[in-house]
């Protein structure tokens, strides 16, 4: 038991450094983008810039919270034991199991990529929104399976 | 399935938060699985069974398992 917890605490550790790591990359990315290659962005339709733009900003923010989170876990020990409970619960894992975690967020991902990389703009459009409902409907499986089990 | 732990740890002035910390899982966990809405793999109920110091079948009523 204490060797998982030690372990939970190295996985949560290189967690945290990789979020921080990925966050600062897109802020450089960000960078990059409106000061350094901003002229060579005109092949680049307005709206997949602009979802680039918002995409980003979500996953950064996000991973900066994951990043603070895990930092913040470590430091206490009881909010450690809970985290690793939540972890490797396995009511938690069957709920996500059902929700189709995490095949529904690689294909999501997928999706968005293709979206991101195809050149008709109604073939990217519909990929996008096809990975956003994707993810729409195994969050409402998942509050929902939260709810009746 | 119904089950003896709320009636246990209230025996044992025990929260739920104090029992999933106990039994290495989530208090939202021990709520289900005393409501019936979630029925608890062996292992687990083995930890519960353990920290009760009862065997399972004195936790869980698996009568509607018997033919």
Redesign the interface.
């Known amino acids: 038991?204490q060797n998982s917890i030690e372990k939970f605490k190295k996985e949560l550790r290189s967690r945290g450094i990789i979020c921080a790591v990925l966050c600062l990359l897109i802020i450089a990315a960000f960078i990059l983008k409106a000061f350094i290659i901003k002229d060579s962005l005109g092949e680049i339709a307005p709206f997949k810039l602009g979802f680039l733009t918002g995409l980003g900003s979500v996953i950064a923010l996000s991973l900066a919270l994951m990043s603070i989170s895990s930092f913040r876990t470590l430091k206490n020990e009881k909010k450690l034991?809970?985290a690793?409970?939540?972890e490797?619960?396995?009511?938690?894992a069957a709920i996500r199991a059902k929700s189709g975690n995490p095949i529904i967020i690689y294909t999501s991902e997928l999706m968005i990529i293709a979206g991101l990389l195809v050149k008709s703009p109604d073939a990217s459009k519909a990929l996008i929104i096809a990975a956003a409902c994707q993810l729409l409907v195994s969050v409402v499986i998942k509050c929902v399976l939260?709810k009746?089990? | 399935m119904k089950t003896k732990i709320k009636e246990l740890r209230k025996l044992k002035k025990m929260s739920q938060e104090e029992l999933a910390l106990a039994v290495s899982t989530t208090r939202q966990t021990i709520t289900s699985i005393e409501t019936g809405k979630y029925i608890a793999s062996l292992p687990l109920a083995y930890k519960i069974a353990k920290c009760f110091g009862l065997s399972i079948e004195e936790v869980f009523d698996l009568s509607e398992y018997d033919e």
């Open positions: 038991m034991r809970l690793f409970n939540a490797n619960d396995e009511r938690c939260n009746i089990m």
